[in-house]
C-alpha cells in the first residue's frame, strides 16, 4: 500500500508575525543594528518543519500589496488593526530571501489575500485519496475548509485542527464556521457579526437551523431576545459572511510538481546567514571555502623536530601562536602543549604536558622551554593571538616573561565590529573563511564526561590546536590592513593591544577582600533572614517555601485573596514589581520583597565572594573583558565586580 503524499500550504504572513510576537522583547539584532529575531524565528520553524514533518510538496502563501476584494466590499475590513510593528519591517525583505534560499515555492495573487490562495490550491486536492493537504496557520478562519483529507497545523502550539476536533469544540460541520463566524463576527478583521450573539447561542443556532439562511428562514423558532437582534441586524449578518467565507476560485497557474522541495541553496543561505550573524545556522549551511588541510599540520615529539621548529620561528621573526591548557581559568590553568603557524596551512604542535596518552611520545616540558622560552620572551620576534591576555597570564604564571605581542586578532574583530556579540575563533573564521572549525566539544565531548585537553591523544590534538594557529594568523592577515583602511591602526596598536597584557597583570593580581569581614556578614544576613521568614509565615497565618513561585502565588491570591496582576505560564506573576504594587495594599508583599533583597545579597556576594577567594593567593580574580561591550569600556566577569552593591 502506497504512502499518502502530503502538501502543506503555509500562511506566510501568519508565520511572520507569529515569529515576531514570540521574541518581540528578545531584542535581537545584528552589528549593524537590524532587528533578526523574526527572520531567526521563522527560520527555525522552517527547518523544523521540514526536517521533522518531511512534506512530500510545500509551497508558501504571502498577502499580496494593495486592496484586497473584502476591502473594496466592506472599507472598514481590517480597518482596526494596528501598524505593522516598526522593527519588523526591515525583516521581511529577509524573510523573502530565505524562502528563495530554501528553495520554497512561494505565491501571492494582486486582490486576494493569502487565505484565499491556500483555499483555491486546498479545494483543488479535495477528496483526493492519495493526497493530504496540511494547511500550516493558527487563523480560526481556514477551519472552513477542512475535510477528510484536508487538515490544519498550529506548528506555534503544535496542535492539529481536523474536522473531529471541529466537531468536539462546536458541535459543527467545518463548512458551518462560514454560518458560525458571520455570527459572532472578528474583531482582529473587524467583521462585524451580530452583536448581542456570543459563542454560547451562536454554535447552537447553527446547528439547529444548518446555516445562516435556515436561521432567517426560521426566525419565528428563535428565542424573541436572539430573534431581535438578528432581525435588526441581518444585512450585518450576511456582509460577516461574505467576508468570512474564503474564495476557492482564485486564478492560479500551478502544477504540484512546482511545489516539489529541491536541496536548498547552500550557498545563498550561508551568505545571508554571514550578514544576518546567525552562526549556529551559518557552521550547518557553510561550506568549506578556505583551503584547510588539517592533515598538513605537523605533530612535534622529537628533539631534532623541535630544534629545527625553533630555528625556522626565529627565522620568520612573525608566527601565530597558541597554548593549550588543562583550564579555561589562566590562574588555573596548567600548559599542556604549544602550536605555532609559520604561513597559512603550514601549522606545527608542540605537546609537553599531554597525560594518559599511551604509546605516544612527547618531549618534556623542560625540553620544550629551553629551547621556545627565548623566542616567546623576545621583543623583536613578533607574535599574533587570539585573546593574548589568556596567553600571557599562563605562560608568566608558568614563569616565562613573554613579549614581542604584535596583534590580537579578537581585539582586532572587536574594534572592526564592535556590535558583534562575540569575537571567538570558531565564529571568525565561519564569517570571514565559510570554515567550519573543530570544536572543544568535538575532541572532549561535554558534560561530567569531557575530557581536559591532557586526556586527548596527540594525532586529534596537533589537528585541533594547529587549526587555532593557522585560522588566526589568516585572520591577522585580513585584520591588519582592514584597521589601516579604517583609520583604527593608531588606537589599536597604541592603546588597545598593550591594554590587554596591563589587564592581565591587573587580573593576576587580583582584588584584596576582607573574607571574614564577609563571613561575619553572611551571618549577620542569614539571622535577619530567619526573622523575617517568621514575620512572613505570621502575616500569611502558616509556613510555605517563601522560593516557590507557585506556593507564594496560592498565598499572595487563593490564601489572602489579593488582587491578580499580571499572569505568566505556570500562573499568576509574583515578580518585584507585582510585589511592589501588592505592599501599597497589604504587608506581606513588603516582606517578601525585603526578604529576596537580604537572600540575594547573601548568596550572590558574602557567601559567592569568599568561595572564589584564590588559596593560593587570598585575593579574587576576576576577568576584565575589553571585547565585549559596544561602548568601549571594560567589562568584569567570573565574577562580576561591576555591580556590587
Known amino acids: 500500500m502506497s504512502k499518502k503524499k502530503q502538501l502543506f500550504l503555509i500562511d506566510g504572513s501568519s508565520f511572520i508575525f507569529r515569529a515576531y510576537h514570540a521574541t518581540e522583547r528578545s531584542r535581537m539584532s545584528n552589528s549593524k543594528g537590524l532587528p533578526t529575531n523574526a527572520i531567526y524565528v521563522f527560520t527555525n520553524m522552517i527547518q ?10 510545500l509551497v508558501m502563501v504571502w498577502d499580496a500589496p494593495g486592496k484586497t476584494l473584502r476591502e473594496e466590499k466592506y472599507t472598514e475590513y481590517k480597518a482596526t488593526r494596528k501598524a505593522t510593528p516598526e522593527p519588523l519591517l526591515p525583516q521581511f525583505e529577509y524573510i523573502r530571501k530565505l524562502v528563495d534560499a530554501f528553495k520554497i515555492a512561494a505565491l501571492e495573487k494582486e486582490g486576494y489575500e493569502a487565505d484565499d490562495v491556500i483555499a483555491t490550491i486546498a479545494e483543488q486536492y479535495r477528496g483526493q485519496k492519495d493526497m493530504e493537504v496540511v494547511i500550516v496557520s493558527g487563523d480560526k478562519d481556514m477551519g472552513q475548509l477542512l475535510d477528510a483529507n484536508i487538515t490544519m497545523l498550529d506548528t506555534m502550539k503544535e496542535k492539529e485542527t481536523t474536522p473531529e476536533t471541529i466537531l468536539e469544540k462546536w458541535g459543527l460541520k467545518p463548512t458551518q464556521l462560514i454560518d458560525l463566524f458571520a455570527l459572532l463576527g472578528d474583531t482582529s478583521d473587524n467583521v462585524p457579526g451580530v452583536k448581542g450573539i456570543g459563542d454560547k447561542s451562536a454554535p447552537g443556532l447553527v446547528a439547529q437551523f444548518g446555516s445562516l439562511d435556515g436561521i432567517y428562514q426560521n426566525l419565528d423558532k428563535v428565542p424573541e431576545n436572539i430573534r ?31 511545489f516539489k522541495i529541491p536541496e536548498p541553496d547552500r550557498e545563498k543561505l550561508a551568505e545571508l546567514f554571514r550578514e544576518l550573524e546567525f552562526h549556529k545556522l551559518l557552521s550547518e549551511y557553510s561550506r568549506q571555502s578556505a583551503a584547510v588541510n588539517r592533515e598538513a599540520y605537523q605533530l612535534v615529539t622529537q628533539s631534532a623536530e623541535l630544534e629545527k621548529l ?58 620544550v622551554f629551553d629551547l621556545i622560552q627565548p623566542l616567546l620572551e623576545s621583543e623583536k620576534i613578533k607574535k599574533i593571538g587570539q585573546n593574548i591576555k589568556y596567553d600571557y597570564s599562563v605562560l608568566k604564571l608558568a614563569g616565562l616573561e613573554p613579549a614581542g605581542y604584535h596583534f590580537d586578532t579578537m581585539i582586532a574583530s572587536y574594534l572592526l565590529n564592535p556590535r558583534r556579540r562575540t569575537h571567538n575563533l570558531t565564529d571568525l573564521a565561519l564569517e570571514h573563511f565559510g570554515h567550519k572549525m573543530i570544536t572543544f566539544q568535538d575532541i572532549a565531548g561535554k558534560g561530567k564526561n569531557q575530557k581536559l585537553f591532557s586526556e586527548i591523544d596527540l594525532d586529534t590534538a596537533c589537528k585541533y590546536s594547529g587549526e587555532d594557529a593557522d585560522i588566526t594568523l589568516r585572520l591577522f592577515h585580513k585584520f591588519a590592513p582592514e584597521l589601516k583602511e579604517n583609520g583604527l591602526d593608531r588606537l589599536y596598536y597604541e592603546l588597545e593591544l598593550p591594554l590587554a597584557t596591563v589587564l592581565a597583570r591587573m587580573q593576576m593580581h587580583g582584588v584584596k577582600i576582607d573574607g571574614s569581614k564577609l563571613s561575619a556578614l553572611s551571618k549577620e544576613l542569614s539571622a535577619r533572614e530567619e526573622t523575617i521568614k517568621k514575620e512572613i509565615f505570621e502575616i500569611a497565618k502558616g509556613e510555605f517555601n517563601i522560593d516557590s513561585p507557585k506556593q507564594l502565588s496560592e498565598v499572595l491570591f487563593s490564601r489572602l485573596n489579593l488582587p491578580t496582576k499580571k499572569k505568566t505560564k505556570t500562573g499568576f506573576s509574583t515578580n518585584v514589581d507585582v510585589l511592589n504594587e501588592l505592599a501599597a495594599i497589604h504587608p506581606l508583599p513588603k516582606k517578601i ?50 555591580n556590587i552593591p
Open 593 to 642: 520583597i525585603e526578604y529576596r533583597t537580604l537572600a540575594k545579597l547573601r548568596s550572590t556576594y558574602t557567601d559567592a565572594l569568599v568561595a572564589l577567594i584564590d588559596p593560593k593567593t587570598g585575593r579574587l580574580h576576576t576577568s576584565y573583558n575589553q571585547t565585549v561591550t559596544s561602548t568601549g569600556r571594560l567589562s568584569s566577569s567570573d565574577p562580576n565586580l561591576q
Open 48 to 57: 523544523k518543519l521540514l526536517r521533522e514533518l518531511k512534506p512530500d510538496y
Open 228 to 258: 431581535a437582534k438578528l432581525e435588526a441586524q441581518k444585512e450585518q449578518a450576511y456582509l460577516s459572511r461574505e467576508l468570512i467565507e474564503l474564495e476557492k476560485k482564485v486564478p492560479l497557474e500551478f502544477k504540484l510538481d512546482d
Open 310 to 367: 625553533a630555528r625556522e620561528l626565529e627565522q620568520k621573526g612573525l608566527f601565530a601562536f597558541d597554548i593549550e591548557t588543562t583550564s579555561k581559568d589562566p590562574m588555573k590553568a596548567e600548559p599542556v602543549g604549544f602550536s605555532f603557524a609559520t604561513a597559512e596551512g603550514r601549522a606545527f604542535y608542540l605537546p609537553f604536558g599531554h597525560r594518559g596518552v599511551l604509546g605516544q611520545d612527547q618531549l618534556s616540558q623542560k625540553q
